[in-house]
């Protein structure tokens, strides 16, 4: 039986690159959900858990989409920097994303919102996104 090896190839297969985008959407809307139920919890308003869960889902098409819209385009673009200064670079744009929350009644949802934002650049963002493209500079 004759078997042929594979040749490494330059460029990460379409199924890994989707999969790493998949992890950062699904971990995304996680820290998403729980920073809305934390924030249902510790707003006292007359409104109930459910109402604030409510605008939570309706606040991800200004809030979410954007910050997950801005990380697949930075983690697939920006291929030599180091992966530190890479999180932090995008962590401060990302914060600004939670600007209609500025108009809350109490400032829980804002710096909730913000914690969240911080969090997934800082920590919960797979980086580098495609790492087959990436090469970091030296410092």
Known sequence: MVTREAKPTPYPGARRVLGR???LVLTYLAL???????????VSSEDSLTDIMWF???????????????????G?????????????????????????????????????QVLCQIAFA???MPAPLVPENWTAKPR
């Open 21 to 23: 985008i998949g992890r």
């Open 32 to 42: 998403y959900v729980v920073t809305w139920v934390i924030i249902g919890v510790f």
């Open 56 to 74: 939570g889902l309706g606040m991800l098409a200004v809030t979410g989409i954007p910050t997950l819209l801005l990380a697949i385009l930075a």
């Open 76 to 112: 697939v673009c920006h291929t030599r920097m180091d992966v530190t200064t890479f999180r932090a670079a995008l962590a401060f744009p990302m914060m600004f994303f939670a600007w209609p929350l500025v108009a809350a009644t109490w400032a829980s949802p804002l710096v909730f």
């Open 122 to 124: 800082a920590y919960l």
